[in-house]
């Protein structure tokens, strides 16, 4: 999706430029005499377009530089901003432009379970520039006001996706932290019969273009009430859509039997579709391989994986998103104790099972624990022995370990890339009364300024 | 910006290349062809055209003001400090200028500048700024307002 908005944004930026280019180049080539016949209505000509309003373009340019929180007080300034923050062309050109003019600031949204005693958990976005050298890490908490009840928690995060994310737990939500937008999901429709159960879910969240939608897909595992006994590789599949603010159950379900490790802490959105890695029992033996599934088809697919690691119980896989989200990758690395290298699988070409490669491997790293996160093509994020958050960045040059100083209790701490957008939760006036607002406080767990 | 003795012997004994520009108030300004390549739409046509240099170069929409302060910040290889010494309308000209002339590295210094004077500002500041009539009724604006109140907290003072 953003790839795909970015290229054409491209596109259109070197089609103007072009134009520009051509156009200016055969005005110049008009007689001068024109020109300095004008000339001493310049002085007049330049005090009038000073008085009047910037082109739109330079207006879009210096705007797309603003946080989000700011743009929203410019909708104030008059009617011609409003129209043009409003547009959704502008929207999703500020989501690619804005943030790609921040490579060097680093934001994460970062969800964590503090204490041992209580299920409360914070989201904090961290914030750090890369060539800080003091090491400065500062963060600020979003404090959703009706949220902050003792019974309420957030164990996993997927986004962003054209900066909303969806955060499982009680209630489900889905935010737009950039307008503090909080929006609860209502209860799960029970698609289980009276006859079954489930004890295990996987979550899955993306954008249907078609239908400008956000959705969340849920799968569960199908155990009888009779037996007690589970229905193997079985599942059932729920939507909610955020157009209609429900859920309804998918009638196909997952057409073939499949089981999940584990849902990923990567968000691996890609084509449209959100992934999980899962395997398949080929007479006794375990098959890795990928389950997809399609937002905008509402259809599961079975992506087949190559052998690209020796057993689950030495070392992990997680999924990630590869090439700005063009594809998809796997990086395997050891589970805790074992002193291994680890691997980065690429499918070179997404709509192609057999283009599977190593890309690359990274030497042994002793304090890695668990994959929490992995940018661009070799940054990762890892949590530490001791659940501390840590950066690593592999770029040859640049290669380097950072200490986040920030940790999670009980394997508590999950992290997403934070992006700045105007994409709105609000569907229609019925549903707005229902966003929860919230403020934004510095983090007092970590808090260098103190 | 001051040159260094080196620097300015080598000027004197070398002769920069330069081109003619003709500035919108009619003033003839030479100036050192590494700047004037930064400008693409004069660049352009000096390629284009294999062009007599002598002739100046018309830009009717840039002041003989705005150029020399461009071309400062050009020497200076875009010096933040210098900028800050920029009135207003002097940022605005030198913005407009920018997006005229194509320059792009100076067009994403000067935005990028704007844009971090104005974040923070009230809405007063942002429209005496671009010079921006209020055309909402005070009740659209209280509607605008009150959808999205937590954005006017923490303000900066204009």
Redesign the interface.
């Known amino acids: 999706m953003a790839i795909a908005m970015f290229s054409s944004v491209c596109l259109f930026c070197s089609f103007l430029f072009q134009s520009?280019?051509i156009l200016?180049?055969k005005i110049?080539?008009l007689p001068?005499l024109i020109?300095?016949t004008?000339?001493e209505e310049?002085?007049k000509?330049?005090k009038m377009?000073?008085?009047q309003?910037?082109?739109r373009?330079?207006?879009s340019?210096?705007?797309s530089?603003?946080?989000a929180?700011?743009l929203?007080?410019?909708?104030?300034?008059?009617?011609s901003?409003?129209d043009l923050l409003t547009d959704p062309h502008f929207i999703s050109n500020y989501y690619v432009v804005h943030n790609s003019l921040q490579s060097l600031e680093k934001h994460l949204l970062v969800i964590r379970r503090p204490f041992l005693s209580n299920l409360k958990t914070s989201i904090s976005l961290l914030s750090w520039n890369a060539n800080d050298s003091k090491n400065l890490v500062s963060s600020d908490v979003l404090n959703p006001s009706e949220y902050n009840s003792e019974h309420k928690y957030w164990s996993e995060i997927s986004g962003p996706c054209n900066g909303i994310y969806f955060l499982e737990g009680n209630p489900n939500v889905v935010i737009n932290p950039s307008l503090?937008q909080f929006k609860a999901l209502p209860e799960f429709y029970l698609s289980g019969s009276s006859k079954t159960y489930s004890l295990s879910d996987h979550s899955g969240f993306g954008f249907d273009s078609k239908t400008n939608d956000y959705k969340v897909v849920v799968i569960r595992d199908i155990w009888s009430k009779e037996t007690n006994e589970r229905k193997p590789g079985h599942w059932t599949a729920d939507l909610y859509s955020l157009n209609h603010n429900s859920w309804r159950k998918l009638g196909a379900a997952i057409p073939f039997p499949i089981e999940i490790w584990s849902s990923s802490w990567v968000y691996t959105y890609v084509n449209n579709c959100c992934h999980w890695w899962g395997y398949v029992d080929d007479s006794g033996r375990r098959e890795d391989c990928v389950l997809a599934f399609d937002m905008v088809s509402e259809s599961f697919r079975k992506i087949k994986v190559p052998r690209i690691r020796g057993s689950a119980k030495e070392e992990f896989a997680t999924l990630a998103p590869f090439n700005e989200s063009a594809t998809i990758g796997v990086i395997v690395y050891p589970v805790r104790g074992q002193k291994k290298p680890f691997d980065v699988w690429v499918m070179k070409d997404y709509w192609d099972e057999g283009s599977w490669v190593r890309k690359y491997s990274v030497e042994p790293i002793e304090e890695i624990h668990k994959l929490v996160g992995f940018y661009g093509s070799n940054q990762f994020l890892w949590s530490s022995r001791d659940e501390g958050l840590v950066w690593h960045d592999c770029e040859p040059e640049t290669e380097q370990m950072k200490d986040l100083q920030v940790h999670g209790k009980n394997g508590s701490l999950r992290a997403a890339r934070y992006m700045e957008s105007l994409v709105s939760l609000k569907r229609g006036n019925e549903f707005s009364w229902q966003l929860v607002?919230c403020?934004m406080v510095p983090d007092h767990l970590l808090d260098p300024r103190k | 910006m001051q040159k260094t003795e080196g620097e300015e012997s080598k000027a004197e004994n070398e002769e920069v290349k330069q081109v003619t520009l003709m500035t919108?108030?009619?003033v003839k300004m030479k100036v050192e062809i590494s700047i004037v390549y930064e400008m693409?739409?004069v660049r352009?046509?000096i390629e284009?055209?294999d062009a007599d240099h002598s002739v100046p170069f018309?830009l009717?929409?840039v002041?003989s003001h705005t150029l020399d302060l461009i071309i400062e910040l050009v020497k200076n290889e875009y010096d933040d400090e210098f900028m800050k010494t920029f009135s207003h309308?002097e940022l605005?000209?030198v913005?407009?200028a920018a997006?005229y002339l194509?320059m792009k590295t100076l067009?994403d210094f000067i935005?990028?500048a704007?844009?971090n004077l104005?974040?923070?500002k009230s809405?007063e500041f942002?429209?005496n700024f671009?010079?921006?009539?209020?055309?909402?009724t005070p009740e659209e604006?209280a509607e605008?307002?009150k959808t999205?109140e937590?954005?006017?907290q923490d303000?900066d003072e204009d």
């Open positions: 520009f280019v200016q180049t110049m080539k001068i020109l300095t004008r000339r310049g002085t000509q330049e377009s000073m008085e309003y910037l082109p373009e330079l207006v340019n210096i705007l530089r603003l946080p929180k700011d929203l007080k410019c909708k104030r300034v008059c009617k901003w409003f503090r607002s403020s | 919108s108030d009619g693409e739409i352009s046509f284009v055209n018309p009717p929409n002041s309308d605005k000209e913005l407009v997006n194509n067009l935005a990028t704007i844009a104005l974040e923070k809405v942002i429209r671009f010079n921006i009539v209020n055309d909402f604006e605008i307002r999205n937590w954005v006017f303000l």
